[in-house]
């Protein structure tokens, strides 16, 4: 199913792209940036789309497949790292609470994208759309444009990288590094951090809300 179509759709209806602006590379960019921090109840692009929402995970693989319908060949990057105090500066007490009793684990998502596909060898930027633009005004490091060859700063401390494979499940190649990885307990305290990073930002960095329908 095209993607673009179906964002351009989601993002008129929502007031977030003018009627008949083209959708380029920084403008998808853009659009996908500024979803709301939060899961949606399914990881594929068009649930992301249609919930105008998503993490690491879901807005980097509705991204990848917006650039690729672009022309653009991409790398999706899995990398392991942790949350310390020292890192997010930016957290708030409930978040700085939880991170007092030691790092907390993830696997974040970015890509890597062959932003000019006509040059051989290829030029590769690392893109990362993880932080709406709003949250900047909180301390997290959104980015703000897209610029072609210019990589863009990671929502991570990186400890190991991971290519993922085309041929498998984006979400079951996650999930198999954090079981591999972290303990049961790490993972619960993932979790726990997770859910609550997203209702504050979700509090503070409130997206477009859909129109009423009806």
């Given at each position: 199913?095209?993607?673009?179509?179906?964002?351009?759709?989601?993002?008129?209806?929502?007031a977030?792209?003018?009627?008949?602006?083209?959708?380029?590379?920084?403008?998808?960019?853009?659009?996908?940036?500024?979803?709301?921090?939060?899961?949606?109840s399914?990881?594929?692009?068009?649930?992301?789309?249609?919930?105008?929402?998503?993490?690491?995970?879901?807005?980097h693989?509705?991204?990848?497949?917006?650039?690729?319908?672009?022309?653009?060949?991409?790398?999706?990057?899995?990398?392991?790292?942790?949350?310390?105090?020292?890192?997010?500066?930016?957290?708030?007490?409930?978040?700085?609470?939880?991170?007092?009793?030691?790092?907390?684990?993830?696997?974040?998502?970015?890509?890597?994208?062959?932003?000019?596909?006509?040059?051989?060898?290829?030029?590769?930027?690392?893109?990362?759309?993880?932080?709406?633009?709003?949250?900047?005004?909180?301390?997290?490091?959104?980015?703000?444009?897209?610029?072609?060859?210019?990589?863009?700063?990671v929502?991570?401390?990186?400890?190991?990288?991971?290519?993922?494979?085309?041929?498998?499940?984006?979400?079951?190649f996650?999930?198999?590094?954090?079981?591999?990885?972290?303990?049961?307990?790490?993972?619960?305290?993932?979790?726990?951090?997770?859910?609550?990073?997203?209702?504050?930002?979700?509090?503070?960095?409130?997206?477009?809300?859909?129109?009423?329908?009806?």
């Amino acid at each position: 199913m095209p993607l673009i179509p179906l964002l351009r759709a989601e993002a008129e209806r929502r007031a977030v792209l003018a009627p008949g602006e083209a959708i380029d590379a920084a403008r998808a960019f853009a659009l996908v940036r500024d979803l709301t921090y939060q899961r949606a109840s399914a990881s594929d692009p068009e649930t992301t789309i249609r919930e105008w929402r998503g993490t690491c995970s879901g807005k980097h693989h509705l991204l990848q497949a917006l650039f690729e319908e672009l022309g653009y060949r991409t790398i999706l990057i899995a990398a392991t790292h942790r949350f310390t105090l020292e890192n997010t500066p930016w957290a708030p007490p409930e978040l700085r609470a939880l991170l007092a009793a030691g790092p907390v684990p993830d696997v974040h998502d970015f890509l890597r994208l062959q932003h000019d596909p006509q040059v051989e060898p290829p030029r590769w930027m690392t893109v990362d759309a993880t932080w709406p633009l709003g949250a900047h005004v909180l301390g997290l490091p959104a980015n703000e444009r897209f610029e072609p060859g210019r990589d863009m700063a990671v929502a991570a401390d990186v400890d190991e990288l991971f290519h993922v494979p085309r041929d498998v499940d984006q979400q079951q190649f996650k999930q198999r590094i954090i079981e591999r990885e972290f303990g049961a307990a790490e993972v619960e305290r993932r979790e726990r951090f997770l859910a609550a990073l997203s209702r504050w930002l979700v509090e503070r960095v409130p997206g477009p809300a859909a129109p009423a329908t009806g």
